[in-house]
């Protein structure tokens, strides 16, 4: 996990996305509370229709014990809290002719894990050719409580090819010095009230 430090307004694309704490509704800052990130290829195969996780590296505890990632993937909470998810996929293939269709979504499970509950952020991504690679991104701010967990899933569609993957980018030696581009990257934000000057 990186030693990130961040507080303010969330700014992405130019644009203020955290302005309300969702439990207070009050004006609110976001804080880091982790960064975690997975450099090995995660293969949506070899059979399709089959879903898997996306994992985070090795996980661990954020910052303030919120919640803890799992080597699986699988995201515990540990403590109530107004946090937001970000999490960012690289999609990507090698071979095979035709489309691939990567199908990615979110789970939640309120009870520890026995059932999980698909949330409504579904998004398939094509790759037509063996050199495409595309980067997913979605942002869910959501109050969580003890015993809640959630898990990011992805499968390669049986409506393309089965060649889709989450694949890393190793960086040339001129870059090498940023690391590789990682498969997977989730950032975890909490709301903090009144908002940190």
Known sequence: MAATHLSG?????GKQ??????VTGVAASVVVEGEYRDITLQTGGPAVDVPRNVIYGAGGLSSTGIVNV???GEINVLK????????????GRIGAAGVSILIIWGEVSTDGGVIWTPLPNVQS???SASTDTITFADIV??????????RIRFARSSLGDNSGDLTPQAQPAGLNFIGAVPSAYMSIYRFTSPPTP
């Open 9 to 13: 307004p969330l700014i992405v694309g």
């Open 17 to 22: 996305v955290a302005t309300l704490d969702p």
């Open 125 to 127: 991504i094509n790759l």
């Open 70 to 72: 799992a080597a699986n």
């Open 141 to 150: 701010p959501l109050t969580v409580l003890p015993g809640y967990k959630f």
């Open 80 to 91: 109530a809290a107004a946090i937001m998810f970000k999490t960012r996929l690289r999609a």
